[in-house]
């Protein structure tokens, strides 16, 4: 074997570098020979020698590693051990820090302080760290304000610090900054000892120096002058109105010069004043500007001396005086109002009222001027029966009260026992007390109840009337209507809810105006007229229209107001069919007109006047000039006295009678005292109940005081009724005329213990001339009750018979309460 094959035969068992060695240095020939004596490849020769190579190095790094390894654990076994000594050192200064009551902060670049130590809490420093770093919320916001700046430029420019900070809750502070080296430190140490008190009283010295300062500066903008005076009465100070008022140039000036404000009478009584007592009060006068003003001047005494201030008050008294006199204005003007208005004070006591007040509670002046209380007034107005009886006293006391409390006015409304109904609002005053205002609404609710009612009504008898009505708005839209309208023209209710056009309706109407010229208009005269823009030509016209069924209505075109117009249409043809009859009529009633008006006059002239001389002449043959009478003439005297006043009374009933047929009757409308009516109608048949020793009993008072009425003729009614009722009454009975108040009437009820009326006589006792003696004294001439109801319809009233064949007889007259005049009655 050659020593070449020697070589690669033993090169596996070298090392990686060996073999990469000799075919490094045999070159491409020791490479040939290699790869023909072993077989391989070439570029196979090269992986294994580059492996090799790797595994190498690989161990190479790892032997250098573990010897670095070694060495790192040596040094983290020492920084440990250097560690542990720095902590027990930093908590053993930490500690010392601690137990001198001392704070630091050290600062290291820009990053937040590390905090050492802590304050005693005598100095009211917080002990948490980041509340101690705000330095706003425990100091003076000055203080905080200066020492961030100082630790700013120590930061920043090491420019060290020292200052005390004072604060009201605690200890004195002094804060030092210093640096070492790198670092900036801040210390927080309290003060004690004589620098504390030190500290103390120059901070007390500075916050008294200012309030002085701001109480100067307020003093000296006050518009009022204000002074300062030693214990030897010298000025020491004023503020600037001062100076001004007495053309002072300066405050020096003036305590040099010791330029006085007020008069030298007026400074002694001050002086020997505040010998007495400490404060001086009193308005007092002097010279300002040429002008002498009032001034309300307070001097009061104190350690220094005495200080004193003098407001003026020349406006204020004229503003008072103005003020009064407006006052007594407005309680004039609040007198002569209806409305009742009273003023309580905080307390509930009376301070003002007008006459209105005193009126609608009819409180006596001198109890008013007595300053009563509300709730005093409360009792009294209880006890006399006037207030509310509709809840407990305790309840409207509450509620009384509860408005003197409240912020916001209050209203309510009272419903008084008497019938009246007052509207009560209170205002609470901004300087205490409440205001009430009582307003009496029971007319204005009698009136609206009086509209409400008629509104109905009209709206009720417009449903009910014959006629056709409509309205229609100023855009021509139909507003109301009834159902003759409807029925009339064909129109079905769906159509007319609607509210179509005048336009619509000709379109909608199934029975129209005849056609060829038999009826003077059209329907577009109604459009015409609904439409019409021009106020001027909207004039109320009417006229006849004849529909194509050949029914003749009357229409009217009615402006209204707000543009509205009002349609009317009235079926005339059977009018129209009696117009010719009445009209032959017509000459027969005016000739018994001028009969009946004859008669009349006849009736006047020829019986009233002969009965007039007969009473005059029976009074004169009574009166002692002609003589002395028998006893037996004396009795033919009365006979004829007696049957002449009869027969006068027949003749005017008659009259009476005959003036309400011809229509020219008139009542005279005024306010009837229904009680003082009621005893003259008693008055006048007294004697006559007397003689048949018949009890007469009148019972008004539930009818209230008055109504509207003629009061002869209710008068007359009453004394008829009366009369009739003494007729059939029986001796030893009682007559009861009684009045009560309804709703929209008066009530007079005569009532007798007679023998009644039967039920088939009730309807024939008004009749005229109709006399039913059975049970009477004696036969009238049956005008009596006839002329009762002839003036009780005439003020459109009612009468009402009750009665029975046993039971006595009640005849009620209802009178309304607003009568209407004949001529009202008769439309």
């Not at 690989?58 to 040094?75: G, H, K, N, S």
């Not at 605690?170 to 900054?177: F, L, R």
């Not at 040099?256 to 009478?265: D, K, M």
């Not at 009496?440 to 009086?450: F, I, Q, V």
Request: hydrophobic share 40%; with cysteine.
């Amino acid at each position: 074997m050659s020593n070449l094959e020697k070589r690669a035969v033993s090169a596996p068992r070298k090392s990686g570098w060996t073999a990469l060695a000799l075919v490094l240095s045999g070159g491409p020939a020791m490479a040939e020979e290699l790869e023909e004596s072993l077989g391989i490849a070439p570029n196979e020769i090269l992986y294994l020698a580059l492996f090799a190579l790797a595994i190498g190095t690989a161990m190479l790094v790892a032997v250098w590693l573990i010897r670095e390894r070694t060495v790192v654990a040596d040094e983290n076994e020492r920084l440990k051990a250097d560690l542990s000594d720095a902590r027990l050192e930093a908590e053993r200064r930490a500690a010392l820090l601690s137990q001198i009551d001392h704070r630091l902060l050290v600062y290291a670049g820009t990053d937040q302080p590390e905090i050492l130590g802590a304050l005693p809490a005598a100095t009211g420093a917080p002990a948490d760290e980041r509340r101690f770093l705000c330095y706003g919320d425990w100091m003076p916001r000055e203080a905080a304000q200066r020492l961030e700046a100082a630790v700013q430029r120590l930061c920043s420019l090491a420019e060290p610090f020292r200052m005390t900070i004072d604060h009201l809750e605690g200890q004195p502070v002094e804060a030092t900054g210093t640096t070492h080296g790198a670092l900036a430190v801040v210390r927080f140490s309290p003060l004690s000892g004589v620098r504390e008190e030190l500290s103390t009283l120059r901070a007390e010295h500075l916050r008294t120096r200012a309030m002085i300062d701001t109480i100067q500066a307020l003093c000296d903008s006050l518009p009022m002058p204000l002074w300062l005076r030693d214990r030897e009465r010298r000025l020491v100070w004023m503020n600037r109105a001062y100076c001004a008022a007495v053309d002072a140039a300066d405050v020096e000036a003036a305590t040099t010069a010791q330029v006085e404000f007020l008069q030298e009478q007026d400074r002694a009584a001050i002086a020997h004043a505040l010998l007495e007592s400490s404060v001086y009060r009193e308005r007092l006068t002097t010279v300002v500007d040429a002008d002498r003003r009032n001034f309300s001047v307070i001097e009061a005494a104190g350690p220094f001396g005495s200080a004193g201030v003098a407001v003026d008050v020349s406006e204020a008294e004229s503003v008072r005086r103005e003020l009064l006199q407006t006052m007594r204005s407005h309680g004039e003007t609040l007198d002569h109002l209806t409305t009742a208005v009273a003023r309580f004070d905080e307390k509930t006591q009376l301070t003002y009222h007008n006459a209105a007040f005193a009126k609608l509670f009819d409180l006596s002046a001198a109890y008013l001027d007595k300053a009563p209380d509300h709730v005093s007034i409360l009792d009294q107005l209880r006890s006399r029966g006037i207030l509310p009886e509709d809840r407990p006293l305790r309840d409207l006391k509450a509620e009384i009260l509860a408005a003197y409390r409240a912020t916001e006015p209050t209203d309510a409304l009272w419903h008084l026992a008497d019938g009246r109904t007052l509207r009560v609002f209170a205002s609470p005053q901004p300087t205490g007390g409440t205001t009430w205002v009582y307003e009496d609404l029971t007319e204005k609710l009698a009136l609206e109840s009086r509209l409400n009612a008629l509104v109905r009504l009209q709206g009720e008898t417009l449903d009910y009337l014959q006629e056709a009505v409509a309205v229609f708005g100023q855009d021509g839209r139909l507003r109301l209507s009834n159902p003759a309208f409807a029925e009339m023209w064909g129109l079905n209710s769906e159509f007319l809810d609607t509210k179509p056009h005048i336009k619509a309706l000709k379109d909608s109407i199934s029975i129209g105006i005849a056609p060829d010229g038999a009826s003077p208009i059209d329907w577009t005269t109604f459009s015409r007229a609904v439409t019409a823009f021009d106020e001027g030509a909207r004039e109320a016209t009417g006229g006849e229209v004849i529909l194509a069924d050949g029914t003749i209505h009357h229409y009217g075109i009615v402006p209204l107001p707000n543009g509205q117009t009002m349609l009317t249409f009235s079926d005339v043809s059977d009018a129209r069919r009696a117009e010719q009859m009445l009209l032959q009529r017509n000459e027969a009633l005016e000739m018994a007109d001028r009969i009946k008006t004859d008669f009349v006059q006849h009736v006047n002239y020829e019986l009233r006047s002969p009965l007039t001389n007969i009473i005059g002449f029976s009074a004169l043959l009574r009166s002692p000039e002609t003589g002395p009478l028998t006893e037996r003439q004396s009795e033919y005297l009365d006979y004829i006295s007696t049957s002449t006043s009869a027969l006068m009374t027949i003749v005017n009933d008659i009259l009476d009678l005959a003036t309400i047929d011809a229509g020219i009757m008139e009542l005279e409308l005024s306010e009837v005292d229904i009680a003082a009516t009621a005893e003259h109608a008693a008055d006048a048949i007294r004697d006559r109940l007397r003689e048949h020793e018949i009890g007469l009993k009148v019972d008004v008072v539930a009818a209230g005081a008055s109504f509207r009425a003629d009061e002869h003729r209710v008068m007359q009614v009453l004394f008829n009724l009366l009369s009739n009722a003494a007729n059939f009454a029986p001796s030893g009975s009682t007559v009861t005329l009684s009045a009560s108040r309804e709703t929209h009437s008066i009530v007079f009820r005569v009532r007798d213990e007679g023998p009644g009326i039967a039920p088939d006589q009730v309807t024939k006792i008004f009749e005229r001339f109709e006399s039913n003696p059975v049970g009477g004294r004696h036969s009238g001439a049956g005008l009596g009750l006839s002329i009762v109801k002839s003036f009780v319809e005439l003020h459109r009233g009612t009468v009402e018979v009750q009665s029975g064949a046993t039971r006595g007889t009640t005849i009620i007259c209802r009178f309304p309460i607003e009568a209407e005049s004949h001529r009202e009655a008769a439309e």
